[in-house]
């Protein structure tokens, strides 16, 4: 099991062929962001760094790459289109890519990823200042790629409103995932993610280290990257 994150996938492009296995047929388009220098939160070290690992695995891969770092809000929008575009001209034997490393925060059982610039002082003002992510599922969804993958390494202590009656809530909101599509967190619902001392995140350096192994299927590379991480923090963390 792969646990709540993970919606059925029953597309053999994820069934059987690793993530980064060769396929000369297909088009991959992977978008990549790290969002560090936060100006109303605390800065993210990891975050920059955990987006060149990831964007630096997928080139080798094949994957044509997006590489985003601190966005704005005015700058989502356009990045978003960019990529969609790119992956609808890659038509049905495309793949689909998105990775955020930054802070992901929850609103009202709705999940957003957080710009640099974002001024969230209560939940209300989460789905005025932030991405909402089903938005990006839904026009991901509605493309047709032979598949669809978002990995999110956002689940930190953002500590949005904190002290206040209308703090944001901890951790990400537990999502349904259409079938088509997968998606993986670096914390189960509710629970927050340990970045840990290296150049990247415990998470992200773990599911590098998975992707880069060949021959293992989805399953397989987030079960390694699970493992890993529950070894590295002593089971104290468990991505979702």
Same mark, same amino acid.
């Given at each position: 099991?792969?646990?709540?994150?993970?919606g059925?996938?029953?597309?053999?492009?994820?069934v059987?062929?690793?993530l980064?296995?060769?396929?000369?047929?297909?088009?991959r388009?992977?978008?990549?962001?790290?969002?560090?220098?936060?100006?109303?939160?605390?800065?993210?070290?990891?975050?920059?760094?955990?987006?060149?690992?990831?964007?630096?695995?997928?080139?080798?891969?094949?994957y044509?790459?997006?590489?985003?770092?601190?966005?704005?809000?005015?700058?989502?929008?356009?990045?978003?289109?960019?990529?969609?575009d790119?992956?609808?001209?890659?038509g049905?034997q495309?793949?689909?890519?998105?990775?955020?490393? %930054?802070? =992901?925060?929850? *609103?009202?059982?709705?999940?957003? @990823? !957080?710009?640099?610039?974002? /001024?969230? &002082?209560? +939940?209300?003002?989460?789905?005025?200042?932030?991405?909402?992510?089903?938005?990006?599922i839904?026009?991901?969804?509605s493309?047709?790629?032979?598949?669809?993958?978002?990995?999110?390494?956002?689940?930190?202590?953002?500590?949005?409103?904190?002290?206040?009656?209308?703090?944001?809530?901890?951790?990400?909101a537990?999502?349904?995932?259409?079938?088509?599509?997968?998606?993986?967190?670096?914390?189960a619902?509710?629970a927050?993610?340990?970045? %840990?001392? =290296?150049?990247? *995140?415990?998470?992200?350096?773990? @599911? !590098?280290?998975?992707?880069? /192994?060949? &021959?293992? +299927?989805?399953e397989?590379?987030?079960?390694?990257?699970?493992?890993?991480?529950?070894?590295?923090?002593?089971?104290?963390?468990?991505?979702?």
């Amino acid at each position: 099991m792969l646990g709540r994150w993970i919606g059925k996938f029953i597309l053999a492009t994820l069934v059987f062929v690793s993530l980064v296995g060769a396929a000369a047929a297909q088009s991959r388009i992977a978008l990549v962001i790290g969002n560090s220098a936060y100006r109303n939160a605390q800065a993210l070290p990891t975050a920059h760094g955990d987006a060149a690992v990831v964007a630096e695995t997928m080139r080798a891969a094949g994957y044509e790459v997006i590489e985003l770092r601190d966005l704005h809000l005015d700058d989502i929008g356009p990045a978003m289109r960019d990529f969609l575009d790119k992956v609808a001209a890659a038509g049905p034997q495309g793949v689909a890519f998105v990775y955020f490393s %930054g802070y =992901a925060a929850q *609103s009202q059982g709705q999940n957003y @990823l !957080v710009p640099v610039d974002a /001024q969230i &002082g209560r +939940d209300s003002d989460v789905p005025l200042q932030a991405l909402r992510l089903s938005d990006l599922i839904q026009e991901m969804m509605s493309l047709p790629a032979a598949a669809r993958l978002v990995v999110l390494d956002g689940a930190r202590d953002h500590g949005f409103g904190r002290g206040t009656a209308q703090a944001v809530p901890r951790g990400l909101a537990v999502m349904d995932v259409p079938e088509g599509m997968l998606i993986a967190s670096s914390a189960a619902p509710g629970a927050l993610a340990v970045d %840990g001392d =290296a150049s990247y *995140s415990i998470y992200t350096g773990a @599911l !590098v280290t998975a992707m880069r /192994q060949p &021959g293992l +299927d989805m399953e397989q590379i987030f079960k390694a990257a699970r493992l890993q991480v529950n070894q590295a923090t002593g089971a104290a963390r468990r991505p979702g």
